[in-house]
T-cell receptor
Framework: AQTVTQSQPEMSVQEAETVTLSCTYDTSENNYYLFWYKQPPSRQMILVIRQEAYKQQNATENRFSVNFQKAAKSFSLKISDSQLGDTAMYFCAFMKPSTQGGSEKLVFGKGTKLTVNP | EAQVTQNPRYLITVTGKKLTVTCSQNMNHEYMSWYRQDPGLGLRQIYY???????DKGDVPEGYKVSRKEKRNFPLILESPSPNQTSLYFC??????????????FGEGSRLTVL
């Protein structure tokens, strides 16, 4: 069974600075997807970034980027130029696609609570 | 507006009183899923459905039932709720196909308290 580990329950960063959230996972699969989801105080879950395991290039979405190390099974999220609106719980997640090619079970880590201070 | 709608958003009930949390999506998604979120445990999958009449257990299915009679609806049923089912519940749906794998659209959550 796949597991996802986020070793940092809480983190804080000053506005405009850079912060990195850690995530490791365990799987015997070769083809899979990794995600970071954000949950602000409103509780809404929002997809931040996605990485396909077969792609060596790290995914980037504006101020958000990942460092994907497949051999080490590591998938960290870097937030540059942190903003107050980045304050949220961040969840790392793993998914093995179904044989039909669509979504299947998504396994989440326990989350990292990030606070951006003014 | 594309959305996943859950009801009720908040509910306080008593042990043993059957309840249903409804979930409806208007995006014609084939994949739907239920998660529960508990402090320190993250989100854990309860059940998921790849299509109409196709459902499967997630990691924590005990005490829950689901049905998928039509594509847009995926209700979560607690036949005899117990206090350990007090939690925040999320319904989610997704587009099939490799391009959007894992991009789940979540409902706003249902806070359930079982006394």
């Amino acid at each position: 069974a796949q597991t996802v580990t986020q070793s940092q329950p809480e983190m804080s960063v000053q506005e405009a600075e850079t912060v990195t959230l850690s995530c490791t996972y365990d799987t015997s699969e070769n083809n899979y997807y990794l995600f970071w989801y954000k949950q602000p105080p409103s509780r809404q879950m929002i997809l931040v970034i996605r990485q396909e395991a077969y792609k060596q290039q790290n995914a980037t979405e504006n101020r958000f980027s990942v460092n994907f190390q497949k051999a080490a099974k590591s998938f960290s999220l870097k937030i540059s130029d942190s903003q107050l609106g980045d304050t949220a719980m961040y969840f790392c997640a793993f998914m093995k696609p179904s044989t039909q090619g669509g979504s299947e079970k998504l396994v989440f880590g326990k989350g990292t609570k990030l606070t951006v201070n003014p | 507006e594309a959305q996943v709608t859950q009801n009720p958003r908040y509910l306080i009930t008593v042990t043993g009183k059957k309840l249903t949390v409804t979930c409806s999506q208007n995006m014609n998604h084939e994949y739907m899923s239920w998660y529960r979120q508990d402090p320190g445990l993250g989100l854990r999958q309860i059940y998921y459905s790849m299509n109409v009449e196709v459902t499967d257990k997630g990691d924590v299915p005990e005490g829950y039932k689901v049905s998928r009679k039509e594509k847009r609806n995926f209700p979560l049923i607690l036949e005899s709720p117990s206090p350990n089912q007090t939690s925040l519940y999320f319904c989610a749906s997704s587009i099939p196909g490799l391009k959007d794998v894992g991009e789940l659209f979540f409902g706003e959550g249902s806070r359930l308290t079982v006394l």
